[in-house]
C-alpha cells in the first residue's frame, strides 16, 4: 500500500496531471489512529516509501518523518475525510489538466459525466468544491462535505475543486487513481466536443 502511494505520484507525473512537487496522497490502514502522507516540498517523481511521514491522532495530531520531511500542506483535508473511517481508504490529490478546465469553463463535474454511463457504473462524482484557497481549513472542509464524508461512509468517490484539482477516494490508491482517471477522460472529450455546461 506505500509503495502504491508513491507509484500514484510517478503515474500521475508521468502523465502531467501535476508538476513536479504537486500532489498528495494518503493511506489510513482499518481502523488504525494512523495516517501515512506523502510529504511536503519533494519531487513526485522520485517519491519513495522512506520519505513517506506518519501523522497519529490518538489525543492529539502528531507527525512524524524517518526523513524529518513536512507532511503535506493538505494534511488536514487528507484528515478530515479518513479519520472517522473504519475500513482502509486511500485519498488521492493531483491536479489534471482537463479536469481544470472543464471547472474552468464552467462545468460541474457531477452534470458533466451524466451523457456518460461508463462513468458512474464504477465512480460516484459529486459536485464541485467552490473556490477555496489551497491548504486552507475552508478548502478541507469543504471537500469533506461535497464527497458525502460520513462515519465510514462517503457519498461520492470525487469531486472537483475550482480552479485548484481534485480529490478521490478509494479502497487503495489506485482505486482512487482509477476514479480520477475516468473523470479526466471525459473531461477531455467533453472540451473537444466543444459543448457548453
Known amino acids: 500500500m ?3 502511494m508513491c507509484d500514484v505520484m510517478k503515474e500521475a ?8 512537487r504537486d500532489g498528495n496522497v494518503s493511506v489510513k490502514k482499518g481502523k488504525s489512529k494512523t495516517i ?3 510529504p511536503s516540498g519533494v519531487r513526485k517523481s522520485v517519491v519513495n516509501v522512506e520519505m513517506l ?6 489525543d492529539k495530531v502528531e507527525f512524524s518523518s524517518p526523513m524529518n520531511l513536512d507532511p503535506t500542506g493538505e494534511w488536514e483535508m487528507h484528515y478530515l475525510i479518513l479519520k472517522d473511517f473504519k475500513n482502509t481508504r486511500s ?4 491536479h489534471p489538466t482537463n479536469i481544470i478546465a472543464a471547472m474552468h469553463a464552467g462545468w460541474d463535474l457531477y452534470d ?15 459536485h464541485n468544491v467552490p473556490y477555496c484557497p489551497p491548504l486552507s481549513n475552508d478548502l478541507a472542509v469543504s471537500t469533506k462535505e ?3 464524508i460520513g462515519i465510514n461512509s462517503q457519498a461520492y468517490d470525487i469531486v472537483g475543486q475550482v480552479s485548484h484539482g481534485v480529490t478521490a477516494i478509494g479502497k487503495n490508491p489506485w482505486d ?16 473537444a466536443s466543444g459543448v457548453k455546461p
Do not use: C, D, N, S
Not at 507525473?13 to 513536479?20: D, E, L, M, Q, V
Not at 458533466?112 to 459529486?126: C, I, K, L
Not at 476514479?179 to 467533453?190: D, M
Open 36 to 38: 501515512y502522507l506523502t
Open 176 to 191: 482512487a487513481f482509477e476514479h480520477i482517471e475516468r473523470v479526466e477522460h471525459i473531461a477531455q472529450i467533453v472540451l
Open 53 to 58: 511521514g506518519k501523522m497519529t491522532f490518538e
Open 13 to 20: 507525473y508521468r502523465r502531467g496531471w501535476i508538476t513536479t
Open 112 to 126: 458533466m459525466v451524466q451523457p456518460f454511463p461508463e462513468v458512474f457504473r464504477y465512480t460516484r462524482v459529486g
Open 2 to 4: 506505500l509503495t502504491a
Open 91 to 94: 485519498v488521492v490529490h493531483l
Open 146 to 148: 461535497m464527497l458525502g
